[in-house]
C-alpha cells in the first residue's frame, strides 16, 4: 500500500500561534527586522576607513547594489534619497522570502497576502504622494493624459491608464510576490510529501522506493531554485517600486 | 486489481492511497478510483490576508524603516563617503606626485641632455685644437726633417766630390807615373788630370 497525504492548505501555509495574534509570519517579520537591524547596526559600528570585509561588506555592497541598479536605473541621481527606504525594501523581502529554505522556519512569509499587501499599499501610498508633491494636480493630467496621444484616444487611453496606475499597480505588485512564493512553497512541500510517502511505502513494489531519488532529485533543486527566485522577486519589487516612483517624479519619461 | 482511494481532508488537503486490494471507499470513482467523501474542515482563506499579521509586518518594516532611514544608512553611508573621499584625495596626491615625478624626470632629462650638448662642443673645441697642434707639429717636424736632410744632402755631395777630388788626384798621379814610366818622358798633369775626371765621369755615368 502507498499512502500519499496531502495536508490542508492551511496547515502548509499557517502555523501555530506562538501566542494569541502572533503566528510564523509575525516570526519572520520581526527576525528580518531584527536581522537587517543588526546587520547594518554591526556594519554601521566597523572601521569605514579600511577595506570593508564580513557585514559591512555585504551591506555596503547592499547599498551599491540598491543605488547603481535600482535607484540610478529608474528614478536618477536626484532619487537617491529613496535608497534607504528601497534598501529597506528589498532586505525586508529578501529576509522574508529566504526562510522558505531555511530548516524548522520553512515558509516564505511573503507567501501568505498580508506582507506583500501592505508593502504594495505602501508603495502606492508613496508613489502617488511623490507625483503629487512634485506635479500637483499636474500629476493626475500627466498620469490620466499621456502627452503625445491623439486626443480621440483620450476616451480609450484614460480609463486604461487610471485602472493601470492607481488600480491595478498596487494588486499586480503584491499577488506577483505573494503567487510566486506559494507557489515555490508548494512545490517543495510536495515533492518532500511525496519523497517521504515513496520512501516509507509500506509495499511489494520493489522499485518504488529507488524511484524515491527523482522527489529528492527535485526538492533539491528547487530549493536551490528557491534561492534565485526569492532574491529575484524581492528585486523585480524593489525595481518596480523605483520604477513607479520615477515615473511620479518625471512623468514625461 | 489495483485502486487509488481519495480522501478530502478539506480546506484543500486530500489523502491517496493505492492498494492492490479491494477500497474500502464508499463512494467509487470512475476508472480504479475512488473517492471517499469527508465533511470540508472550515478555516481562514488561505489568501486573504490576516489583520494580526498585517499588523506585525508593517510594525517590523515599519520599525526597520525608521531606524533605516534615521540612524543606520546615514552612518554607513557617512562612512563609505568618508572613505571614497579619502580614497579620492589619495588618487588626487598619488596623481600630483607623480605629475611632479614626471615633471623633475623632464628637467634631469632636459638638464642631462645640454650638458651633453657642452660636453659634446666641449670635445668638438678639444679635438679642433689637438688637430692643429697635430699639424702645427707634424709640419715643425717636417720642416725639421727637410732641413736636416739638405744638410745630409749637402754633407753629402762634399764628401763624395772630395772623395772624387781625392781619387781623382790618386788616379791621375798613378796615371802620370805609368805613362812617364811607358813613354820616358812626363805628360801634362793638367792633361791628365782632364782625361782621368773626363774616364770618371763618363765611367761613373755609364
Redesign the interface.
Known amino acids: ?11 502548509v ?2 502555523w501555530k500561534d506562538v501566542f494569541s ?3 510564523k ?2 516570526i519572520i ?2 527576525l ?2 531584527l536581522i ?2 543588526t546587520v ?2 554591526i ?2 559600528r ?1 572601521d ?2 579600511v577595506a570593508p570585509k564580513g557585514v ?1 561588506n555585504v ?2 555592497t547592499g ?1 551599491e547594489f540598491i543605488e547603481n541598479q535600482i535607484v540610478m536605473q529608474t528614478i536618477g541621481e536626484d532619487g537617491l534619497g529613496w ?3 528601497l ?3 528589498f ?2 523581502i529578501y529576509l ?1 522570502n529566504l526562510p522558505g529554505i531555511i530548516p524548522i522556519l520553512q515558509f516564505p ?1 511573503t507567501a ?4 506583500p ?3 504594495s499599499v ?1 508603495v502606492w501610498l508613496i508613489y502617488n504622494g511623490v507625483g503629487f508633491k512634485h506635479h500637483g494636480l499636474g500629476y493626475l493630467k500627466s498620469s490620466l493624459f499621456p502627452p503625445g496621444v491623439p486626443k480621440a484616444m483620450y476616451l480609450l487611453v484614460t480609463p486604461i491608464e487610471f485602472i493601470s496606475t492607481f488600480i491595478v499597480r498596487p494588486f499586480s505588485l503584491a499577488i506577483r510576490l505573494f503567487a510566486n512564493m506559494l507557489a515555490g512553497h508548494m512545490l517543495l512541500v510536495t515533492f518532500a510529501l511525496l519523497s517521504n510517502a515513496m520512501l516509507f511505502a509500506e509495499t ?1 513494489q520493489y522499485m518504488l522506493k529507488p524511484m524515491t531519488i527523482l522527489p529528492v532529485f527535485m526538492l533539491v533543486f528547487l530549493t536551490t531554485f528557491e534561492v534565485l527566485v526569492g532574491f529575484l522577486q524581492a528585486f523585480i519589487f524593489t525595481i518596480l517600486t523605483g520604477v513607479y516612483i520615477g515615473q511620479a517624479k518625471h512623468p514625461a519619461h | 486489481m489495483h485502486t487509488a482511494t481519495v480522501a478530502h ?13 479491494e477500497s474500502t471507499a464508499t463512494v467509487p470513482a470512475p476508472g480504479n478510483t475512488a473517492e471517499a467523501a469527508v465533511p470540508e ?1 472550515s ?2 482563506s ?5 489583520k ?10 515599519v ?3 525608521l ?3 534615521l540612524f ?9 563617503n ?2 571614497y573621499g ?1 580614497i579620492r584625495s589619495d588618487h588626487e596626491t598619488a596623481e600630483s606626485t607623480r605629475a611632479a615625478a614626471e615633471s623633475e624626470v623632464a628637467e634631469y632629462q632636459s638638464a642631462l641632455a645640454s650638458v651633453k650638448a657642452e660636453a659634446a662642443g666641449r670635445i668638438d673645441v678639444a679635438r679642433q685644437t689637438l688637430e692643429t697642434e697635430r699639424t702645427a707639429r707634424i709640419a715643425e717636424a717636417n720642416a725639421r726633417i727637410a732641413v736636416r736632410k739638405a744638410a745630409a744632402v749637402a754633407e753629402t755631395d762634399a764628401a763624395m766630390a772630395a772623395a772624387r777630388q781625392s781619387i781623382e788626384a790618386a788616379v791621375g798621379s798613378v796615371a802620370e807615373r805609368a805613362t812617364e814610366l811607358t813613354l820616358g818622358k812626363r805628360p801634362d798633369p793638367a792633361t791628365v788630370q782632364r782625361a782621368v775626371a773626363e774616364a770618371m765621369r763618363s765611367g761613373v755615368n755609364s
Open positions: 500500500m502507498f499512502a500519499l497525504e496531502f495536508p490542508p492548505i492551511n496547515e501555509i499557517r495574534s502572533f503566528n509570519v509575525g517579520a520581526c528580518a527586522a537587517g537591524v547594518f547596526l556594519a554601521g566597523k569605514p576607513m559591512r551591506a555596503e547599498v535608497t534607504p527606504f534598501l529597506t525594501l532586505v525586508f522574508c512569509a501568505r497576502m498580508a506582507l499587501l501592505f508593502m505602501i511489494k | 481532508l478539506g480546506a484543500g488537503g486530500f489523502r491517496v492511497v493505492f492498494s492492490a486490494e474542515k478555516g481562514p488561505p489568501i486573504a490576508p490576516e494580526y499579521e498585517l499588523i506585525w509586518a508593517l510594525g517590523a518594516f520599525v526597520f524603516a531606524l533605516m532611514r543606520l544608512f546615514p552612518r554607513l553611508k557617512k562612512g563609505m568618508a572613505r579619502k
